[in-house]
């Protein structure tokens, strides 16, 4: 598995919008009752949609663990019944990865975490705060969705900025660069600086849910395009900034085998602000700088340039749990080839068919 696990990290404010909430049934569990409820963190660079997802089963108990482990060092599993799972004294004894945290609130399922903010929906939505998650990629006929199930909502503070940062896993082979950004054993260095961004191509793994295939294949990888943009404040006649794009970028550059990374990164979805020069300004504008009669700041404030929309991962640093950077792993490139999976309402994974192309989507609303 991979060394960590695929989070966000998303501040802004609460948009429920419309069609937040919905009960799923399971087609195959008649005992089997699901909610799920969706709204967007919105900030004034973008938006992205978070989830939350769970259900119950009439008649048994809630199945979780404990936050205590057993002689050999793992956890203890437990049940615990559904009358009981609002006792302080029980949650106390649930794994906190295994909590979802509402403010000051601790739940030990996902659906009384969403009945809590159905019951306050008029004190969240606009309010601005710090949400917290697992990045999930799902396979559905052949389709790539990506996903933000949150853990955890907190109230922001002042001093945090607004923004969708996370940490990713990412498995990549000597494929992982177009050939058109490689020159010998280095970059082409003079497209990057003409694209001014680094395409390439990684997997996310994710773990084989079906009984029947996974001790043939534990876990399978998904394609995804993540992208390297180069800020225009980079200079590339700036030694200290050649050997920082270098060590990032030319880190994807491997001989046969296929390698591990983490990275901390930027899920962007919308348009970003673009700096304002005095190339921006009008000629009027610029004479009233020229003969004092306002400051360039005086002028810029209040104007904001927007570049296009976008929906991008954008890489931004290694993750500090990579202390030797670039990890080799046992994997081959037949462990790349990625099995597609047919996909019930509640995840369960039922048949494998294996497809011959992959697209990438984001928009789940053709899913169910």
């Not at 006792?87 to 009945?115: M, S």
């Not at 990374?261 to 899920?267: K, N």
């Amino acid at each position: 598995m991979s060394k960590i696990k695929n989070s966000f990290k998303f501040i802004g404010k609460v948009d429920f919008g419309n069609d937040f909430f919905r009960t799923i049934e399971s087609l195959k569990n008649k005992k089997w009752h699901g909610k799920e409820i969706s709204f967007s963190i919105k900030n004034e660079t973008g938006s992205q949609f978070v989830k939350l997802f769970g259900g119950t089963t009439e008649g048994q108990p809630i199945f979780t663990f404990s936050k205590d482990k057993d002689e050999t060092g793992k956890l203890i599993k437990l049940e615990i019944p559904l009358n009981k799972r609002f006792d302080k004294e029980v949650i106390d004894t649930v794994a906190n990865f295994k909590k979802i945290k509402v403010l000051d609130n601790e739940f030990i399922t996902e659906v009384d975490a969403i009945d809590y903010i159905l019951e306050n929906k008029i004190d969240f939505d606009g309010k601005r705060v710090v949400v917290v998650g697992e990045v999930d990629f799902d396979l559905y006929k052949g389709k790539v969705y990506q996903k933000y199930y949150l853990t955890g909502i907190y109230e922001a503070k002042e001093d945090q900025d607004d923004g969708f940062i996370g940490n990713m896993a990412m498995f990549f082979n000597e494929d992982a660069l177009e050939e058109t950004y490689k020159k010998g054993n280095g970059l082409n260095y003079s497209l990057i600086e003409k694209e001014r961004k680094l395409p390439i191509t990684i997997y996310i793994e994710k773990y084989n849910k079906d009984k029947a295939t996974r001790s043939e294949k534990p876990n399978f990888y998904i394609p995804i395009g993540v992208v390297l943009n180069i800020s225009d404040k980079f200079d590339f006649s700036n030694e200290k900034h050649m050997k920082r794009l270098g060590m990032l970028a030319e880190s994807f550059i491997v001989k046969k085998g296929v390698y591990e990374m983490g990275w901390e990164v930027r899920y962007h979805k919308g348009s970003e602000k673009t700096e304002i020069t005095m190339n921006d300004l009008t000629k009027f504008e610029k004479m009233q700088i020229e003969n004092g009669v306002k400051t360039f700041e005086e002028i810029v404030k209040g104007k904001q340039v927007w570049g296009e929309f976008t929906e991008e991962i954008q890489l931004i640093r290694f993750h500090s749990s990579y202390e030797n950077g670039l990890e080799e792993t046992p994997l081959t490139d037949e462990d790349l080839e990625v099995l597609f999976f047919e996909a019930d309402l509640e995840g369960e994974l039922d048949k494998v068919k294996p497809k011959s192309k992959v697209e990438e989507i984001d928009d789940d609303e053709d899913l169910f």
